[in-house]
């Protein structure tokens, strides 16, 4: 699973006999332009730490290192603008200095949280291109015979490939010093300059053209390159500060994910990246998913023991659309991902400046996510006599938006890492997403045949939390009828002002008492419990008032707008049966002729002789308050009916609707 490589060719790569300056690798050249836009971020630090335990000599320890940066010309590499393009400048010897720090005084319980917060920010501190040496080390002194040493070195002349070819060579160098000899380490055919002057003078041309052709064909179509809904905006000044969270693949989902591989003839590579892409589809809905992925260009046997940046990116984009089955997703990365390898030599700087040549400020200009898979760390130094553990200090940056790391551990057990942008993305969004990609191995395991809209992508809490949490919505609320819950709150502010009419106020204690009398009138003409009453009335108080008369004697309105078509109107008359309709003196011409009893509420006469107590019951929260008739633009207008109870829950049902002093709502 580690990054594929570059297939052999019998082409030997030639030395440069000039001096310099030469220019840079296609690779170098994306470090170099985010160098500019960032030159204080430690994004493409490579760093090492090591816990050694033992009577670990300074000097010893020094010279090695030494030997190895003079032994690489990639060490000893600076990078300088000529007329606006970034060249190497080699210096023909440079001393590396093994600084140091000892920390033995600091109090055992604060060693550990020091001591790592030290190693942190040595692995940060930046580097000047253009004249820094760029690669350092420092050790810390811990106690007698115990130190970590933290290696940093820019990504722009390193790659976890040379952490394995370091460690080797320091190890043998500094077995050789112990010991009184020097260090045999085989000669080096060429250095990393030939590398970058032979790729540019080979990917160019017919070459070149052959590949900007294929991969321009492979990537056509929307960009689709936004996959992620970030939480929060990116920043007008990122940091791409780095956050992480891990997960084991259960040994038995890791086997069947293998033999679901050997059944299909993919690779573990592949499989893993369908499943990744199958997400980030399901996330994003696009049909075309384009997932970045990094690969090694050491398959020649000059390059294989130089330290130097080997990488290349490629970005494959696959077709999801149509609902296909994982199975049908599997045989589609595969073709997808063999043609990527196969036209594996177009530098991704290349292919981006032919896509876009205003490259925007962005990490990612053709993809949102990195699948980055490895199948082991590199050899751990060993150092004669002494014990050396390694540990990842941490520089706090992340390249892209989202990387998923999956790495090979011992007993065949795989590790997913998600490393993330923190300042667009929030911890528990990353951690549900690290959730759903198991959940979506598990399924595509046990069924890689199901439509990949079917797929399983909830953990067992997410779907508790959904279907029974979020749905525990019951809420107390009073079992009156509205006019109940009016009368209460008359009682409890008698004085407060109710209703407002351009200069003309009613206070609620005026308004119950009207809507009293004109109730016990609506019960002489029959009103009553369930009895439904038209209501055919202008803005104004005497609406009001005849909307609540109806509800205290028992009724139920069915309100008739002013506007409505004659024929509209005598259907809602006839279909809700009215028995008595409420109207103005100056609307009696509009109302079509019917036998409906009419009452002009301005005409009422509110006398204070009669009684104005609330009328006695009559209703419950199960009888009807009112009934509203849609539209009837797909057919004859339908009557909806509503209680008291619906309307009662509705204003103290708090996830709806919260009502202070002065907030007005009429149902």
């Not at 920010?121 to 253009?130: T, V």
């Amino acid at each position: 699973m580690d990054c594929p490589i570059a297939p052999l060719v019998d082409e030997r790569i030639p030395r440069i006999p000039t001096p310099g300056p030469f220019p840079i690798s296609f690779a170098q050249e994306g470090l170099w332009f985010w160098d500019q836009l960032s030159p204080q971020n430690p994004m493409y630090h490579v760093a090492q730490g090591l816990h050694i335990l033992g009577p670990l000599r300074r000097d010893l320890l020094e010279r090695s290192l030494g030997l190895i940066v003079a032994r690489h010309d990639a060490l000893r590499t600076n990078f300088v603008s000529k007329d606006g393009i970034p060249m190497q400048v080699i210096s023909p010897s440079r001393a590396l200095k093994l600084d140091f720090g000892d920390i033995s005084g600091v109090p055992s319980h604060e060693l550990r949280e020091v001591a790592n917060q030290l190693c942190s920010q040595e692995a940060c501190r930046p580097f000047n291109l253009g004249t820094d040496l760029l690669i350092r080390a420092k050790l810390f002194r811990l106690r007698e015979a115990e130190h970590l040493l933290v290696l940093t070195i820019h990504h722009i002349v390193f790659d976890l490939w040379s952490l394995g070819i370091l460690n080797r060579e320091l190890s043998e160098a500094y077995r050789a010093f112990m010991e009184g000899g020097y260090p045999q380490l085989p000669e080096l055919p060429i250095q990393y300059a030939d590398f970058a002057v032979w790729q540019r003078e080979n990917t160019s041309g017919e070459s070149l053209e052959a590949l900007t052709s294929y991969w321009h064909g492979a990537l056509a179509g929307p960009p689709e390159s936004r996959h992620l809904t970030f939480d929060h905006s990116r920043p007008a000044h990122p940091t791409y500060a780095r956050g992480r969270t891990a997960a084991f693949v259960p040994k038995d989902l890791a086997g069947s994910l293998i033999r679901l591989s050997l059944r299909h003839r993919t690779t573990q590579f592949m499989t893993f990246m369908a499943a990744l892409q199958t997400l980030l589809h399901r996330y994003s809905g696009h049909g075309h998913i384009s997932v970045g992925f990094p690969i090694a260009l050491r398959s020649r046997p000059e390059v294989s023991n130089l330290i130097g940046y080997f990488v290349n990116t490629l970005v494959l984009k696959c077709d999801l659309s149509g609902d296909p089955t994982f199975a049908e997703v599997l045989g589609r990365v595969r073709g997808a991902t063999l043609g990527a390898f196969l036209h594996q030599d177009m530098p991704f700087e290349k292919l981006v400046s032919s896509l876009s040549p205003e490259r925007a400020a962005t990490p990612t200009p053709l993809f949102q996510v990195m699948f980055s898979p490895k199948n082991a760390r590199p050899p751990v130094l060993k150092l004669p006599g002494m014990e050396v553990a390694e540990f990842e200090p941490d520089t706090g940056a992340a390249k892209f938006d989202l990387t998923v790391w999956l790495e090979a551990k011992q007993n065949l057990e795989l590790e997913i890492a998600l490393e993330y942008d923190r300042e667009v993305f929030d911890a528990g969004t990353i951690e549900r997403m690290l959730g759903h990609y198991l959940n979506l191995l598990k399924a595509v395991a046990e069924d890689p045949d199901r439509p990949i809209s079917r797929l399983p992508l909830l953990t067992p809490r997410e779907r508790e939390q959904i279907l029974v949490d979020w749905n525990k919505t019951t809420r107390p609320f009073p079992q009156s009828t509205v006019n109940e819950l009016f009368e209460r709150q008359a009682d409890s502010t008698p004085d407060a002002v109710a209703l407002i009419s351009g200069d003309q106020k009613l206070s609620y204690a005026d308004l119950n008492r009207r809507a009293n009398l004109l109730a016990r009138r609506l019960r002489e003409m029959g009103v009553q419990a369930e009895v439904k009453v038209g209501i055919f009335m202008d803005r104004s108080f005497e609406q009001v008032i005849g909307l609540l008369a109806i509800l205290k004697a028992g009724g139920a309105y069915v309100p008739l707008d002013v506007e409505s078509p004659p024929d509209r109107m005598t259907f809602m008359i006839q279909d809700a049966d009215l028995r008595v309709l409420l109207t103005h003196t100056n609307l009696l011409h509009r109302l079509p002729a019917t036998w409906v009893n009419t009452l002009c509420v301005d005409a009422f006469d509110f006398t204070p002789e009669q009684s104005s107590q609330n009328p006695a019951g009559g209703t419950t929260p199960d009888n009807l308050a009112y009934v509203i008739y849609t539209s009837g633009s797909t057919g004859e207008p339908k009557g909806v009916e509503i209680p008291h109870r619906g309307i009662a829950r509705l204003l103290f049902a708090q996830e709806f609707i919260q009502l202070g002093a002065d907030d007005v709502i009429l149902p």
